[in-house]
């Protein structure tokens, strides 16, 4: 028979893993689903394992590992979508913002066919401000980037087995989940759903942890900013070339221009440009590193079922 797996990353969640696991595990039986939960810790420094083995311990229904340390939601997305064993799998954060009520109808559009189901947020619920506008701006940017509207989207998703297997099987280290999921295509559909206000603890992500995860998601999926320095580049061309001949005519007319105030302004800016140039070309630079290196994407210290150290290298095939 057809089982849903549920995938959940965790990160200094300890007051949430036993409510969430009772919550889902609620829903799914009211609605006849056959289903585990796998919980994955993402080196969380609290006792978030330890409340996941207790909630295995109840229901053999749920699994989970803990990384070695932090290795970020993406690498804890990729643990789980690798550990799920089901026909469908559904990706959602454990702080219950994404709503259970929504995984029937997930469900029910998976069993009509669909291969990817996208969660659709309606509103983005209860932030700060801050909050707020750093997340705006971190999705204005990737939108932009990416070409793809991701302002409503979310890692609130199902995906049929076929595309976890696809997705596993892409060599990249730097993931950027949300995205890939449209990248891979195959029959979408799409749920809306209101965000949850968070019950425990408080959001992971400061404005600063998100500027990373823009600027480190913009270059490993868009060369675009690469590009702009082309631009960049041609601009200032152009610029030089008008300079050139303004200066070369008032040279020769014997009124060359005085003083360093132009000389100086001309180094401040290009200088500028260059650096900021360099600085994208670095960006990359950097993601071909962390590729070429081919470190895994995570290190799992501990798992509920068996206390050994494993990592995806397994999947070395390049
Ligand atoms: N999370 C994670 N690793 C991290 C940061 C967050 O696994 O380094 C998990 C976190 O435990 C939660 C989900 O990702 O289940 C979403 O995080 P959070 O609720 O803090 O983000 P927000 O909902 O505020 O966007
Ligand atoms: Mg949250």
Redesign the pocket.
Known sequence: MAFLSIV??????EE?IMNTAAVLSKTLEENGIEYELVF?S?GSRDRTFERIRDAAADNPRIRGAEFSR????EA??FAGLEMAKGNAVIVM???L?HPPQVIPEMWKLWQEGAEVVEGIKQSRGQ?SLA?RLS?GMFYKIMSMLIKMDMNASS?FKLLDRKVVDVLLSLPERNTFFRALSFWVGFRTETVTYE?QE?RYG????SFF?LMKYAVTNATSFSTLPLQMVTAMGLVAILFSVILFFDTLIRFLSGAAVEGFTTVILLILIIGGFLMLGLGIVGHYLARIYEEVKGRPKYIIRQTTEEETIKCDIKKEKR
């Open positions: 959940l990353p965790a990160y200094n969640e949430n994955i993402d932090n290795f970020g939601k804890a997305i954060d454990c702080d913002q932030e909050h997340a890692d965000v968070r408080k959001s992971k992500w942890s």
